[in-house]
């Protein structure tokens, strides 16, 4: 399929390491982050959420932490395998809608 | 499977042109937003409906206009279609108007203009 953001940012990481993958958002303003991921050819799909009220959120392998201070969020995979490869997203709750990052391209290497 | 329905999934059509894109939200949810993704840009959020209302609108061009019909239903009419048109454009639903527990996308109509 088409390739979202020939020009992104790539983290490359060996399958079985931990991946982190960072986000400056813009509005301190903002209420509400999510993750989201999106595989070639697919929609972004959601991966894990957090409120400002909040400074670590974890899911199932992931884990979302914020620090307000410096507008700043990161996305953290556990033991990361070739199914994560694809490109994240990070989005800010602000005003009427989603602010959208511009994405970062996680590559799994065998 | 999202629930979220977007039709056609490929279109390709000439310059000047005008096309429909339609989107069918998950059953039960009210808001349809639309999103436009070029290959060197992240998402841009192009308008927001509600219930039939427009909530919110983003970077969308005069060119473009789009309504949501009382099924809940939306299409998004792309028309004087310029090269840089081309993109990926996706629709996302929510329960409510408010957009505190995210969206859940479709898969996208990916629009190639010649």
């Known amino acids: 399929g088409e390739s979202v953001g020939l020009h992104l940012p790539t983290l490359s990481v060996q399958e079985g390491d931990n991946s982190i993958i960072n986000c400056a958002y813009s509005?301190?303003?903002?209420?509400?982050f999510i993750w989201y991921k999106q595989e070639s050819g697919k929609g972004p799909q959601f991966i894990i959420d957090?409120?400002?009220?909040?400074d670590k959120r974890q899911g199932q392998r992931v884990t979302v932490l914020l620090n307000k201070t410096v507008k700043h969020l990161s996305l953290q995979i556990a033991a990361t395998q070739p199914g994560d490869s694809a490109v994240y997203f990070c989005?800010?709750?602000?005003?009427?809608?989603?602010?959208f990052g511009p994405g970062t391209r996680l590559s799994v290497l065998p | 499977d999202s629930g979220v329905t977007q039709t056609p999934k490929h279109l390709i059509t000439a310059t000047g042109q005008r096309v429909t894109l339609r989107c069918s939200p998950r059953?039960?949810?009210?808001?349809v937003y639309w999103y436009q993704q070029s290959l060197d840009q992240g998402l841009q959020f192009l308008i927001h409906?509600?219930?039939?209302?427009?909530?919110a609108k983003g970077n969308i061009l005069e060119r473009f206009s789009a309504q949501q019909f009382p099924d809940l239903h939306s299409e998004l009419n792309l028309s004087s279609l310029e090269l840089g048109d081309s993109a990926l454009y996706f629709c996302?639903?929510?329960?409510?108007?408010?957009?505190?527990?995210?969206?859940?996308f479709g898969s996208g109509t990916r629009l190639t203009v010649v």
């Open positions: 989005a800010e709750h602000y005003g009427q809608n989603f602010v």
């Open positions: 957090i409120r400002s009220n909040m």
């Open positions: 509005n301190s303003a903002s209420d509400y």
């Open positions: 059953s039960g949810d009210l808001s």
């Open positions: 409906y509600y219930n039939g209302e427009e909530r």
């Open positions: 996302a639903s929510s329960p409510s108007g408010d957009i505190s527990y995210g969206y859940t």
